[in-house]
């Protein structure tokens, strides 16, 4: 399925829109009694879709057209019923399959408009939200709109009901088709079967193939994003990665540089390192013992270390007791010595 | 920008590094001090077990202190009585 594709205007704080139209639908077939005009796009010049559009009343967020460049298209009622087919799909989105159908034709500069409710006879909203996309399908009869003039331009807006809201919409898919079904052939009612019968193919289609641009372009988005970000806006963590790693890098130079001085200070802070982390644990290591004997070593006994932490299960109150007496032994000492300190500073030789 | 400014500190930083130049230690005594610490940290590991050292932190704490500042006093007064014309006894 290939798709065409107007690019919306990606306005300060609002969202790029990409407008996806469609060759006609797969899975229709052109049959004797009904013919299928794939319907052009038009964008609604105030198509923005903000963060959130928190109400919004009969907005009109989509518009098909039969327009020069597509099948002519004779507006007909009395020799064709006709039928709207169109699909749209939110890839990702959060949006509310509510909606409204207005038919605008255009009659001589006379436009009739008219306003379809989803809840009443011949207009079928199909809803195909799942896990991974929201869509809806509108499969609506036109009602005999009269007319001045036959013409080949139609247009049919979708709008959106009160208090729909879109959230991170992103990526729309849609495609439309008009079916003129012929009154004059008996076996309308089968045409119309038919058709209703793929809408699930067509839709899953559809749905489908949607997800897909959407997750070409969020790769593709977040490719850009991220060559912009290596450019002008590095991330801060990564930034002080770099940063970090060419410090430790001056670092070793600079300790390459003074020898001998870096090498005393590395033990220094090793030494002091020692007293300031959690020490290891308390394990007795005895060393092992070999013996060589006409050049071949011989190993009398291996290294063997003792985890004295078994004490604590078996004698816990006894290094209870021994802790404490150290520690008094050394809380004592300290106070001997600033004891010592202040009589040799103040006690004047006494 | 980021490498921009690392290549300008590059710049800046080898020639001064390269003023230094001491010798190396010997690879012999960097092996010994090392196991000289391995012995510590594990003998500090047995001490710790007995003598847990969050009891005596402070202790060790003032001890260093005081013993700091005291000996720091005598070494300037012993500087300072080397100057006739202070006349600090």
Redesign the interface.
């Not at chain 2, 590094?17 to 230690?25: A, E, G």
């Not at chain 2, 001490?47 to 847990?52: D, E, I, S």
């Given at each position: 399925m290939a798709y065409a594709e107007y690019e919306g205007l990606p306005n300060n704080g609002m969202y790029p829109v990409y407008w996806r139209g469609g060759e006609p639908l797969l899975g229709l077939g052109y049959g004797d009694h009904a013919d299928f005009y794939q319907l052009g796009k038009e964008t609604n010049s105030d198509l923005y879709f903000i963060d959130n559009l928190p109400s919004v009343s009969g907005f009109r967020f989509m518009e098909f057209r039969l327009d020069e460049g597509f099948i002519d298209f004779n507006y007909a009622p009395d020799l064709y019923d006709y039928y709207l087919l169109c699909t749209v799909a939110f890839p990702n989105g959060n949006f509310l399959p509510q909606v409204g159908l207005s038919a605008l034709m255009s009659t001589d500069l006379n436009y009739s408009n008219t306003v379809y409710n989803p809840f009443v006879d011949d207009f079928y909203v199909y809803d195909h939200t799942d896990s991974d996309s929201r869509g809806f399908t509108v499969f609506a009869k036109f009602p005999n709109i009269s007319v001045s003039n036959n013409t080949s331009l139609i247009g049919i807006a979708l709008t959106a009901a009160d208090n729909n809201t879109f959230i991170d919409a992103g990526v729309f898919y849609f495609d439309g088709l008009i079916i003129a079904v012929d009154k004059s052939v008996s076996s309308t009612s089968d045409a119309l079967a038919e058709i209703i019968l793929r809408l699930d193919d067509i839709d899953s289609d559809l749905v489908s193939g949607a997800a897909g641009i959407q997750s070409a372009i969020d790769t593709q988005m977040q490719h850009d994003q991220q060559l912009w970000n290596d450019t002008y806006d590095p991330d801060p963590d990564q930034a002080e990665s770099d940063v970090g790693s060419v410090i430790d890098n001056y670092n070793t130079q600079l300790g390459q540089s003074l020898g001998l001085f870096d090498y005393v200070s590395s033990v220094t802070t090793d030494f002091v390192g020692m007293f300031t982390t959690s020490p290891g644990a308390p394990v007795l290591t005895f060393p092992s013992w070999s013996i060589v004997i006409s050049g071949a070593s011989y190993n009398v006994w291996a290294e063997y270390p003792v985890d004295l932490s078994v004490l604590l299960a078996d004698f816990s109150e006894l290094l209870a007791v021994v802790r404490f007496a150290l520690v008094v032994v050394v809380w004592g000492a300290v106070i001997r010595y600033l004891w010592g300190v202040w009589d040799r500073i103040f006690g004047g030789g006494s | 920008?980021?490498n921009l400014i690392?290549s300008l500190?590059?710049i800046i930083?080898?020639p001064l590094?390269?003023?230094?130049?001491?010798?190396?230690?010997p690879a012999e005594m960097?092996s010994i001090?090392s196991a000289v610490?391995s012995y510590?940290?594990?003998g500090?590991?047995?001490?710790?077990?007995?003598?847990?050292?969050d009891?005596?932190k402070w202790?060790?704490d003032?001890?260093l202190s005081?013993f700091l500042i005291?000996h720091t006093y005598e070494l300037i007064m012993w500087i300072v009585r080397k100057i006739p014309l202070l006349g600090v006894k």
């Open positions: - | 920008m980021l690392i500190a590059g930083l080898k590094l390269s003023l230094f130049n001491f010798i190396d230690v960097v001090t610490l510590i940290r594990s500090l590991g047995i001490v710790n077990f007995f003598l847990p050292f009891s005596i202790a060790v003032i001890f005081v005291e």
